[in-house]
Each structure stands twice: as structure tokens, then as C-alpha cells.
């Protein structure tokens, strides 16, 4: 009681002070009073006052300070309040002693590391035994008594990357190494570690015991991942798993909170990150002060988890204040929406926001909850009171598309297959499409398409062949295909068509059991299903009677089930929960066309491109109008219609849209053509594209891994030839030469060869090529 | 050449195949293919023939110069016995055909002290399969690294990655980078390889004219492969950002980390081929001889070079003998004394500095500025620019400490984040590079050399202003005498001026495959050393 008292003594807020020099590990005393920061050139104590820091104490002394100054860890002793051991980049271990009356605080010195001493550790009871790690593969242990170590284990010649006394077992410490090992050593046997599993593929940077439960450990590596091994039992299991962005070089466990735990990294990525270890796919809390790596965390006192102190290469100091911390959570987007297979279509979000009052006039708005046709709930989570995320309870709707109404999409197949977008002069590259969108019946995309023509092509050539073009398209009077309000009014009308699907109840069982899989692989952990108490039982059962279920009022959905998981960057065919109307603000662009074109609505186009686009005015005059005509297609979710005209283009537009416009575009379009199984135009669109990070697509993952066909082993990058059984792989079913081009298989029975044999083969036979006798087919 | 690789690329890839029947399919077009030649080309191919036939015969001769590699590098004896043949029958016809110069693919080492493709064991010879059958050919860089087969094995992987499979750039650009990393160097053993596959892989020759025909992109790298190469320590994130944000001129970081990767590996290979003075292949121009072996048989390099005549190998043996015990025994007592007398941090401070102002003493050979020769030197600019020592006075750089930025936690996650895998590839690599052993010195058996190669490996680092914390310097002063300082400075520094006696001159009792071996570290070293600073520019920049 007294302990929880002195902690809600501590106050203070979000605060920082500049140190002179990078720190690469700070320690808190006891109390939670001081904390002392080392870094190659820096060695200080600050005070930690109510509203900053202050300087105590600089232990950096002499006039040229030699290399035990330099400390590459620091641990301020939690028993003896002045006691601080360093780790030096040299291989010295330094105690020093506050309490000592001269300056010079230094107490003893061991230099029996050959290389860097990665870290020092102090036993959490025991006030005169200190461990250290080095590079050189050894710990050590010394008595603070004696003048040198009292027993030395041996890693095996891998550098010991940290160490750490377990906080409940006396006797017990962890190490862990380069090589991607942790060991765990019994402190009075020096001859063998106890046990050895191999926890990271690389580095283990750091390991930390859970402060409460016996025998957790959390470990950080290169390889990205925090892991949590449970030890109390025979074999070592991993129990959870934190993906992070970038190599992790500390990890903490939050006082007092028994899945928390922070981590920073090591390279790139400058944020403090507080993890549920429950909830792997989104950090609990950040912190984003730091302009540089940060290098060192540590909770400020041992019993309170709001205050979090950190130190950085950007050479400062900060205290952070858990309620300052950024909510990842809260930002990240809580509606999901996933196409089937058949066009179906499933949208999951907010309650609240499903249960807003129905639109007037929009068919499709029928089909939200207001209907109230609600499915089984098929998962349903209790508060845990130790778990802190926001509780956020989702609806789930399935729009089931009509049999054949997939057609709906088939304007957008057929146009991305049949428009051009580059390989010809720009004038033809228009005109081609305009007829495109023309045959397709898709007159205001056409008239676009012209239009663009004549605004951006030479004006040596322009008038006849418009006019030509357009008296070919006959029976369009001109005034209308101008009127762009009645235009965008007929094309709701057939957006609402579109949305005229009925929705469907979940096929319960089948998609409820999908989705519980998930969600429990995800939390790694079924204590929700079974640990939580009668109601979670009923859930179980409503889930399997689907009827009974229906009368559940409401159902949560766990929140990283549907929209956390990858941010869905684009809502492009989306049917739209608020209808736009035509005079919405979203259609300016239209109408900025239209009011230009009023006052002559009557007049053919060629009078027009005469009296207004005269040879004089440059392209550039366009550009805005062409512009806010992007951003209405992209608005309107025809995506596909922004993203051509910007390659078409290409730079006389380019510079008008801003980058990230651009790209969000481009990605949208990207998805939605790899959804409707268009690698060829996807990848022609990415090839064009003039954004970076769209470019970069087509650099990454571009890596397939094949096994060898004879022994079923994975190749290794080089050559044809199988490692293991110095066979020729991947060779032709057909004529028996290695296959170096395309190669094409049977997903039956894993023959295959060069594209054009196989393909010749399978139309005169119907048996496989390779003479296994399964039925192969080539479609 | 390079025509005859175009336009029968497909004939000599089978070769490569395991399987010994595609290899004599193969083998059968390509003895048809230089009958036919042989027979247009008419017996005696005389100086006096109209053009047509010169061009005829010197397809001809180019295709014969492939054959005679494959008769002696070809690590499939069926292939080899088969070119033999082949060889001698065309001779018969009365065809004058090529023969190998040089002594081997070493100017310094003797030819038999080398693997010989036909005696390996099968480890090795399964590598060398395997580099056969996805370069058509084996170079004489490969057979020089073979005499250490596990660290050949991660070479030629990592190269192979890195030219060959699919990355940020583009095929042809890599050997573009490639050529003009080592033409920084002189290097035209390199180069040579490289503009032949360069335009292999469809590049556009007219960039071979000079960097100034290359797209402006290219250009651009002109600066970086520049300080890359001699003086690392000068890059900052200013010339990072020039690259990444130059309008429609500018790299992705994902290529720059390709090209940065591609740079030092060429400038440490370029090191590696000087310092063991690799010859050039047998099939390309310089590597065989029409000519009788009567006359003079030297290589043009060892004519420029300087030694023309073959130097006495065992000359100097007497005095030096005794060398490798006295380096022996002085790293024992290092060992030993270790722990009782402790050097004061001020000394160890000292230490540092010292030898990296002494590494500023050590002269190589010729200092003068050695005007490379025309056709190498049109790949990159400035011809002047060499390396500069580290610690000049007036100038000064601020050391950088491997505990603040190193390999193994900073620059590995680095290379590995935007250019997937091949960190792994890296990291492997420089450590085999550095773990390497057989615990053997000269004639002794079972010595722990770890405290020999940490020293050369931080000597290097030492020259680039690299420094770790936790060394005594004072060892690389115990351990490595003058006449091998020398020959590290002259190969990391200038690979250009290593001559023969630079490489006899140090280590006289040693084993050649132990002096190869030393040329390894040195190359990786200097890899790792440009790869630190510009990773450390990169990460800047990103900061």
C-alpha cells in the first residue's frame, strides 16, 4: 500500500531538455527521482522535477575523458540508490559510486571483456552482483566486493547482445546473441546454460522478463518481430508475436499491465511503440516525439505505467505522459469492404453509423440495418478490463449481387481491356477511345475523350475530324452531350441500378467460421471464446443455430477482423451510403464545364473549338478545367477514367495534380484491375505511371520460389540444376529441355513445360504430356 | 566476340546442362557450325583475302577462342576432351588456331599451383558447375577464389543476385554500373567482362562511347562512384538527396541501394583483380594468341606494368625465413600479455591515430598521377580524383566509430528493407569473408589466426577513418610489417599499382592460397568500409 502511495506521488507531464550529445541507454533509479543518461560522449544524472529536468550531476569528468566514458549501456542499481554500473564501447564494465566525496565517481573498473560490452545488469535482490554481455561471446559475473569476475559463461563465440536476471527465479538469467539464440543460464553453474532455443532469424538485440509472470520473456531482433516465450513449462513456446516496421532494439514490459509492452527500434523508424500483445496488427500507443532512433526506454517507476522516459540519438531526453501518447487505433479506419468471389459485396462498419436514419429516394439505402434484418452474431468479446482498446461494436452488411448482374461491371473489363494509353499520337490515342466509351455506350466518357482531343491536339487539325467524328455519332443531339448535369444525372441513374441488390443474411456458418478462425489465429489466444464467463457460451451457440441468432440484437465484430487489417485504399464501385446528387459540391467540376459551355449550348462543336478554344489559346488554359474534370471522375468512383486521361496526357497535366492525388489514383485503379484478374493492363498502367511509388510496384516481390520436381526441395537461386539431386529441373514435359522462358504447369499434377509445346500437346491429347496419366486441361 | 555470343548464345548455353547428352547435342552443333565456318573461310586464311573473308575469319577465330576456353576451363571433361578434338582436327584442315598467353589465370601465381578444372573435389566442382551453367563460362576471378571453395560459393551467389536475378534495375544497367565502377579503378579485366555482357543483355552500345553518351541518370552516379571509391568518408546526404530528388532524372531509394551495393562490390573487385594480378579470360581479346608460340609470350599488362621479366620466385627466401615463427610468436605473446599490462586509454587513443597517420606514410610505390589509359577512362570523369589519405592535416573528418553505425545493426537492416534478401546474402558473405580459417600459417598446423585477420580487417577499416572502440591498434603494428602494409595500402588505395614484386614481396614463406586469402579480406573490408558510409549517407538523408 505504502509502494502505491509513493506512486501517485509522481507527477508531471510530457516534457523534454536537449542533452549535448546522442545517448545510446538511459536507467531510472528507484524512486523515480533521477535518471541517468550515457551516450559516447555524454554521462549525466537528471533530476526529474515537476516541470523539467534538471541537470544533477555530470559524471563525465577530466580533461580528456578516456574510452570507459564511452558507455554503450547503463543500469542504475534498484537496491542501492547510488550505485550505477556502465558497459563501456571498449570492453570495460565501470561501477560508480555517488556517494563517493570527490569528484570522480568511479568505483571499480574490470577490463576483462576483449570487445564491446553490449550490456550490464545488476540482480534485482542482490545488491553486489552485476552481469555483463559482450561481443566477444562471454558473460560475466562479478562480486562487487572483489576485484574481478567471479564466473564467466561462454556463449559459444557468438557476441551476447543483452542480459537479463530474471525478475522471480534468484538464480536464473537470460542472454541472448547474434546469432539468433537465447539461452537461459543458471547463475551458479558456469559450465552449461540450461536450455537454448532459437528464438529470431538473426540478432536478438533484447530480451526483457515480464515483471509479474513467472517465466515470460519478451524478445526483440532484426528480423522485426517482438516475440513472447512462455518458459515455465518443458518446451519453450512462443506465446505471441508483434510484428514491428523495423529491426527492434528494446522492448519493456509496462508495469502493471500484463500484455503491455513498449519497443523501439534500431534503424529508421524513430517512434516509441506500446503493444498489446494481443492486438499484434496495431500499436496500443505511440510515441512520436524523437527526431532520430531512439535507443533508450524505461518505465519510469516500477509501478506506474503512465510515465515512459526515453532517450534518442536527436540528443534529448524526454518524458513521456501516457495520456499524450498518439492512439493509432483511433485513426486507423474503421470500415472494411471486401468483394466476393461473385461480385458480392460485404461492408462492415461502425453501428452508429449504420444506424443513421435512410436517405430519402435512394433504393439502395433499403438494404442498411434499417431494414432490420440483422445476421447472427458470430462473435461476441467482453470487455476485458485490462485491455484498453476502444471497444468498437461493427455491423456487418452483405450485398448479394443478382445473378447476372455482374454485368454491371463489365463496361469497366471491357474498357480497361480496349482503351489505349500509349503507343500512338495523342489525337489517335483519344479518338480511339472516345469510341471505345461510344460502343460501350458510355456517351459522356466519349464526349470527354473528344473534348480532351480538341482541347490538347495541334490546332492545325483539329475541326474536321471532330466534326466528322461526332456527325458519325448521329443520333446524339449535340446540345445534350454538352448539358453535363442531365449527363451526370444519367449516369446515378445507372449507379443506382447498380445498387439495386438485395442484401442477403451471411451464409452464417460458412463465412462465421471463416471470419472466428481468423480473428482467434490472430489473437493467438481463445480466451475470449472459453475463458470469459456464460455468455461467451451462448455465443457459441448462436453461432451454430444461425435462426436463433438472428434474433440477437446486436453483434460486435472485432475490429481488426474486417477494416484493420489492410488499409483498403480505395472505395471506388462502393455503393455510396448518401447518394450524391447532381448539385452536390463533388460535381463542381461538371458544372465548371457546363457553365463555360452555357451560354452556347445550341451551338454546334465545331463553332465552338472555333470561337472559344482558338489556335491562340494555349493548352495550357485547359488545364484547370481538365483538372477539376479528374477529380470529378475520381470522385464519382470511375477511377479508370482519371487515371487514363492522366497517362494520355502525360505531361501536360501531370504538373497541374499533386502527387499524392496521383498516386492515390493510380493505386485505386491498380487494385481494382488486379480485383477483376487484369494483370496485363495493371502492369501496363503501373509501366506508365510516372509516380515513384507507383513505379516501385513493379520492383518488388517479383521473386518466385520453386521446388525442384524430382526431390521436392526448394531451389536455390542459381541455374536450372537441383542443389540436392543434380537433376535438371523444371524441364519440358514435352521435348525434355530445360524450360528457361514461360513455363506452364498443371496444378493437378505438377507436369508442365514451354507455353507453346504444352499447349500444342493437350490439343491433340488429353492425358498429361509427362505420362503420369492424370487428365490435365489448358485453359 | 561479342557477336558470335549474340548470335549463338543458345548454342553454348547447353554446354552448361548436367545432363551429358544435351552437352554432346550441344557439342555437335557447335563442331558443325566451325567446320562450316572453317570450310568458307577456305584452309589457309591469307592477310592478302578481300574484306569479306577477313570478317568471315575473324568470326572464325572468335569462336575458335571460345572453344579453346572450353577445352581448358570447362568443368565438364566430356565438353573439354571434345573441344580438344575439335581444336586439333581444325588444325589439321590447316586453320591456324589459338593458343592461351599468360601463365594461367595469375600473373603471380603459378599456373599449377591453381585448381585445375580437372582435378576438383566434388564440392568444388559442383560450384563451378553451377557458375558454368549460368555464365556459359568460368572466369579467371572465380578460379583464383576457388582455392577457397566456401567463400567462392557465397561470391558467386551474391554476384549472381546481384547481376542476375530480378532487382530495381535493369539488367543492362548493372553492368553499366559495373563497367564504370571498375574503369574508376583502371580495371580493364573488369571492364572487358562487362562490356560484353552488357551487350549481352541488350544494352545500348553507344553508351560504351563514354559516360557522357549515357542517359543523365546514369551521369549522375558519376559523383557518387567517384567519392565511393577513394574517398568514401567525403559522402554526405547532400549527395544522396542530389540522386533522389533530381526531377525525372532522379533513382528510387530501392535502386540507389542497388547501385550503391554494385559500386563497392566492382571496387572491391577491382582491388581483388589487381592484387592478384588476375590475367584475362582466355576467350576474350588479350587472352589467346593466333600468333607461334615462339614469340614473345608476355602478357601487355606485364609490360606496362614494368616486369616483363619473370622475377626470381624463391630469390629471397633465406633471408625472410624465420618470418612466419617470428609473427607467430609475437602473436602469442599479444595473447598473453594481454591481460597484465593494460595500456592506459590515453595511449589506446593514441594508438588509433598513430597508425592512421603512419597508414599516410606508407608510399606507394609511384606517386604520381598515372593517366589511365584512354579506353577505360572514358567511363567516368575526372581522372585526377584518387585517393586522398584520411587524416590529412588541415582537413578534418570526424572518425567514425563502428559502435555508432555498423554493419551487423544498422547497415544490414538498411540494405535488407529496401532491397529484400540480399542483406542476408551480404551478411553471409562478410562473414564467411572474416571467419574464414583452416588454422594453418605457412607450414604450421593448428594456429588461431583470428588475431592476424582482425588486425588486417581493422587496418583497412583504420585507413578509412573507421575505428573500433575496442581494439588496441598497437597489435596491427606487432603483426604487420612494412613491405604488407605497403601491399594493403597500394591494393584497397590504388588498385592499379600493384605490381609483381608488391605481391612477392610480403609474406615470403606463406602459401599462395593463404595470400589469396589475405586478398579476400581486404577486398570484403574495403567493401564493408565504402558500404558503411554511404549506408550512413543514406540513413541520414532518410533521417
Known sequence: MEKMNRVNTISGRTMFCHLDAPANAISVCRDATQVVVAGRNIFKIYGLEEDGFVERLNLRVGRKPSLNFSCADVMWHQMEENLLATAATNGAVVTWNLARPCRNKQEQLFTEHKRTVNKVCFHPTEVNMLLSGSQDGFMKCFDLRKKESVSTFSGQSESVRDVQFSMKDYFTFAASFENGNVQLWDIRRPDRYERMFTAHTGPVFCCDWHPEDRGWLATGGRDKMVKVWDMSTNRVKEIYCVQTIASVARVKWRPERRFHLATCSMMVDHNIYVWDVRRPFIPFATFEEHKDVTTGIVWRHQHDPYFLLSGSKDSTLYQHMFKDASRPVDRANPEGLCFGLFGDLAFAAKESLMAGPPSVGDVGRKTYPGGDRRYPIFFFKKPDVTEQFAQVSSALSVFESEAGSSVGMDWFINTAQSYLLSGKPFAELCEHNAQVAKRLNRLQESTTWTMLRIMFSEPANPSLSTNHNLNKSGNLPLVNSFSMKEMSAALNERNKENRQDNIHSLETNLNNNDENEETEGSEGQAEYLFGDAELDDDDLYSMEHDNQAAEEPEYLLPQEAFPLRHEIMDHPSAPEPVQEKPESPHVSGSEAESMCLTPMESISLISVSQLLFSPHLPPKFFCPIVKEMLCYYAEQGDVQMAVSVLIVLGDRIRKEIDELTQEHWYMSYIDLLQRFELWNVSNEVIKLSTCGAIMCLNQTSTTLHINCSNCKRPMSNKGWICDRCHQCASVCAVCHHVVKGLFVWCQGCSHGGHLEHVMEWLKQSKHCPAGCGHLCEYT | ?543
Open chain 2, 1 to 543: 566476340m561479342m557477336d558470335v555470343r549474340d548470335s549463338s548464345a543458345g548454342r553454348w548455353d547447353a554446354l552448361g546442362s548436367r545432363d551429358s547428352s544435351f552437352r554432346h547435342a550441344a557439342m555437335e552443333l557447335v563442331h558443325q557450325e566451325v567446320m562450316r565456318r572453317v570450310e568458307s573461310t577456305g584452309p589457309v586464311p591469307d592477310r592478302q583475302s578481300s574484306s569479306s573473308t577477313d570478317a568471315l575469319s575473324s568470326d572464325l577465330n572468335s569462336l575458335l577462342a571460345h572453344v579453346l576456353m572450353l577445352s581448358k576451363r570447362c568443368p565438364y571433361e566430356d565438353v573439354r576432351k571434345e573441344c580438344i578434338c575439335l581444336l586439333q582436327m581444325v588444325q589439321d584442315v590447316g586453320v591456324r588456331i589459338p593458343r592461351p598467353m599468360g601463365n594461367g589465370p595469375s600473373r603471380f601465381i603459378p599456373e599449377k599451383e591453381i585448381l585445375q578444372v580437372s582435378k576438383l573435389d566434388e564440392s568444388t566442382q559442383s560450384i563451378f558447375e553451377d557458375a558454368f551453367a549460368v555464365l556459359g563460362r568460368l572466369d579467371n576471378i572465380s578460379l583464383v577464389i576457388g582455392f577457397h571453395p566456401q567463400y567462392l560459393e557465397s561470391f558467386l551467389k551474391t554476384q549472381h543476385y546481384l547481376l542476375q536475378i530480378d532487382g530495381p534495375l535493369s539488367l543492362h544497367c548493372r553492368h553499366y554500373i559495373g563497367i564504370m565502377a571498375a574503369a574508376r579503378h583502371q580495371c580493364t579485366y573488369l571492364v572487358n567482362l562487362h562490356v560484353n555482357d552488357f551487350l549481352q543483355v541488350g544494352g545500348d552500345p553507344k553508351w560504351l562511347n563514354g559516360l557522357g553518351e549515357a542517359p543523365q541518370k546514369l551521369q549522375a552516379l558519376g559523383e557518387l562512384n567517384k567519392i565511393l571509391a577513394h574517398r568514401p568518408w567525403l559522402l554526405t546526404k547532400e549527395h544522396i538527396e542530389h540522386l533522389l530528388k533530381a526531377e525525372e532524372h532522379s533513382w528510387s531509394l530501392a535502386e540507389l541501394i542497388h547501385i550503391v551495393v554494385l559500386l563497392t562490390h566492382y571496387h572491391a573487385l577491382a582491388s581483388f583483380t589487381f592484387g592478384c594480378g588476375i590475367t584475362p579470360d582466355i576467350q576474350t581479346d588479350g587472352g589467346h594468341t593466333f600468333r607461334a608460340p615462339s614469340l614473345s609470350g608476355y602478357c601487355v599488362c606485364d609490360i606496362a606494368n614494368g616486369n616483363g621479366a619473370l622475377e626470381e620466385m624463391f630469390g629471397n627466401q633465406q633471408e625472410s625465413s624465420g618470418e612466419v615463427e617470428v609473427l607467430m610468436e609475437r602473436m602469442k605473446q599479444l595473447q598473453e600479455c594481454r591481460d597484465e599490462e593494460e595500456a592506459s586509454q590515453e595511449e589506446m587513443a593514441t594508438r588509433f591515430e598513430r597508425e592512421k597517420t603512419e597508414s599516410m606514410l606508407v608510399v606507394t610505390s609511384e606517386d604520381e598521377e598515372c593517366v589511365p589509359s584512354r579506353d577505360v577512362s572514358r567511363h567516368f570523369e575526372d581522372p585526377s580524383y584518387g585517393y586522398k589519405d584520411f587524416s590529412r592535416r588541415g582537413e578534418h573528418v570526424p572518425t567514425l566509430r563502428v559502435q555508432d553505425y555498423s554493419w551487423e545493426d544498422h547497415g544490414f537492416s538498411l540494405v535488407n528493407r529496401l532491397y529484400p534478401d540480399f542483406g542476408q546474402l551480404l551478411d553471409e558473405k562478410f562473414q564467411i569473408a572474416f571467419n574464414l580459417t583452416y588454422n594453418t600459417m605457412a607450414t604450421h598446423q593448428g594456429v588461431d589466426t583470428s588475431m592476424l585477420r582482425r588486425a588486417i580487417w581493422n587496418y583497412i577499416h583504420c585507413m578509412f577513418g573507421i575505428r573500433y572502440d575496442d581494439y588496441d591498434y598497437g597489435e596491427i603494428n606487432q603483426l604487420l610489417d612494412r613491405s604488407f602494409k605497403v601491399y594493403i595500402k597500394t591494393m584497397v588505395c590504388s588498385p592499379e599499382k600493384i605490381t609483381k614484386r608488391m605481391y612477392e614481396s610480403f609474406w615470403r614463406q606463406f602459401r599462395h592460397s593463404e595470400k589469396v586469402h589475405v586478398n579476400l579480406l581486404l577486398m570484403e573490408a574495403r567493401m564493408q568500409a565504402e558500404l558503411l558510409y554511404a549506408l550512413r549517407a543514406i540513413t541520414r538523408y532518410m533521417t
